[in-house]
Structures are given as C-alpha cells and as structure tokens.
C-alpha cells in the first residue's frame, strides 16, 4: 500500500522498525557517518543557533550538533515516529546533551514560527516523504534569512547493492514490498538530481549544491546483514516479519548467492551512494 498522504502509514511503518533501528544505531550512524558528517558541516552550525533536524530516527546526526552551538544554542530533534523520538530522547540521555528538544513532528506540516531556526538537516528522509515540494516549502519558511539546508537521499538502485540485494531475493520468492519505490515517498524517488534541482528551484531556494558522496556497509558476515536489513527496511521489514518460516528461510538462502560476488572472507561489503544537497 502506498503511504498514506496524510502520513499515518509513513509513521506506522517507521514505528515498526523502531526499535531495530535503535539496537543497530551504532552501525547505522557509523556506516554513513560521512554523509553525517557532510550535512553538518554544510549548515555550519555556530555557537547560540537553533538547528532543526527533520526524520532524525534515533538522532545519531543530529548528536554531531549540540557541542557546537554550546549551551545557548540548540538542536530540535524530530521524527513522525513516536517511538523514533523515543530513542532519540534515550539517546540524547546517554550522551548527556542537555540542549536538545525531541519532538513528534511532520516534516511536511512543521509546528514551528517562521523563521525560527538557523539550519536544517535531513538524512535519507526526504525521499520517503509523500509530498517532498510540501516539506521544502516549511524548511523555507521556517528558517531565517541566510539559513541553510543540508539533506542526503538515495541514488539509483544499481548504485545502492546494499538495498536491492535483499529486495532482489524477496522478489525471486514472488513477493514485492509495498509501494513503488520510485514513486512519491519511494526509496528512489529522488535518485535523480535534477528532481533535487526542481524541488529547490520551486520552494524559493538559491546557492545549492548537489554532490554525491560513495560509500560502503561492511557486514560481519551473510547473517549480520539479514539481520540489520531485514529488521530496518521499512516497508521491507514489515513484509519479511509477515512471512512464515519456511518462506523467511528460502529467501534467506537466495540472498546467500546474490551477495556473493560482494563477499569478503566471511564479510559482505556492499557499496552505497547518496545524493548530497545544501542550499541557502
């Protein structure tokens, strides 16, 4: 089913897979630390700013913020998923960040005044949202003159292994997850940059950059990557938890031999490739 425009499904779905994403949020966080890391020195955070994070999971990027904006700044940690906001929160707590707000919130609806914050951050969230032009329009209106905009998505699935092994063997078993992954709120549904360009054009932004930033999940093994992907997949996960034993196993046995050619000793290393944008 496609997600709903309202966005309950989107928040369902994200609910489902939360507390995976918070039991592997080391691996997640570290695995794409560079995109992290390029979206937070993009904004450019300075000492007493106000920095939004948009579908922030369980916080990891957003946790590179608070040390430099300092006490009198602070970070809004948000997420449609409550559960989400949950482990953000527990986060936060074990690193002992004071100057962090957790938030319930929609990216396309954002419950903030204009031109409340300084920067906005969105990592590998923008491309779910059903109405992406919609949540460009709220980053705009919410940020204050010269504010800036870092967010990353993913490129087209021949450049993303990491993903389209494990959606590979489910389809070999007869099963497709739900939804188009090119269309509205699809994993791919921003893989071209030119769709970046257009968005940004259309929600009154200017001085933006788009890059692409390689990079590579490296598992400890076949079942260390079962494990991570079949519990975080979103809409995949959900399907894979739906499926009997026997139907669980086959598919199991499938990714066994797609991996292969990317097979390190015991190790999978599977390449990724995000989407990098930063505007003003």
């Known amino acids: 089913m496609a997600p709903d425009p309202e966005g309950p499904d989107v928040a369902w779905t994200a609910d489902q897979v939360a507390t995976a994403w918070e039991e592997h949020r080391t691996f997640l966080f570290e695995s794409s630390r560079p995109v992290s890391e390029w979206l937070v020195e993009r904004i450019d955070p300075r000492p007493g700013q106000t920095v939004l994070e948009l579908a922030a999971g369980p916080g990891e990027t957003g946790f590179l913020v608070p040390e430099r904006v300092g006490p009198d700044g602070h970070l809004i940690s948000t997420d449609l998923s409550a559960r989400m906001v949950a482990a953000a929160e527990r986060g936060a707590a074990e690193r002992g960040l004071d100057n962090v707000e957790h938030r319930v ?3 396309q609806r954002l419950d903030l005044p204009d031109d409340s914050v300084d920067g906005v951050i969105m990592r590998f969230g923008l491309m779910l949202t059903p109405d992406p032009a919609q949540v460009l329009r709220e980053v705009r209106r919410v940020l204050r003159e010269g504010g800036r905009l870092a967010y990353a998505v993913w490129a087209a699935p021949d450049r993303n292994p990491w993903l389209t092994q494990l959606v590979g063997a489910v389809l070999q078993h007869g099963h497709a997850p739900p939804g188009d992954p090119f269309g ?3 994993v791919f549904s921003l893989a071209a940059e ?14 933006w ?3 692409e930033i390689p990079g590579m999940f490296r598992y400890d093994s076949v079942d260390h990557y079962w494990t991570v992907q079949s519990s975080v997949g979103g809409p995949i996960a959900v399907l894979i938890s739906s499926l009997s034993a026997d ?6 046995a499938s990714l066994e031999s797609l991996v292969e ?7 999978v290393e599977l390449p990724t490739l995000a989407i990098a944008v930063t505007a003003r």
Request: no cysteine; proline share 6%.
């Open 194 to 207: 030119d769709d970046n360009r257009q968005l940004l054009e259309a929600a009154g932004f200017t001085d």
């Open 184 to 186: 509205p709120g699809g």
């Open 261 to 267: 050619p990317f097979k390190s000793g015991n190790a």
């Open 247 to 252: 139907e669980v196993a086959a598919i199991r």
């Open 105 to 107: 919130m929609d990216a």
């Open 209 to 211: 950059d788009i890059v």
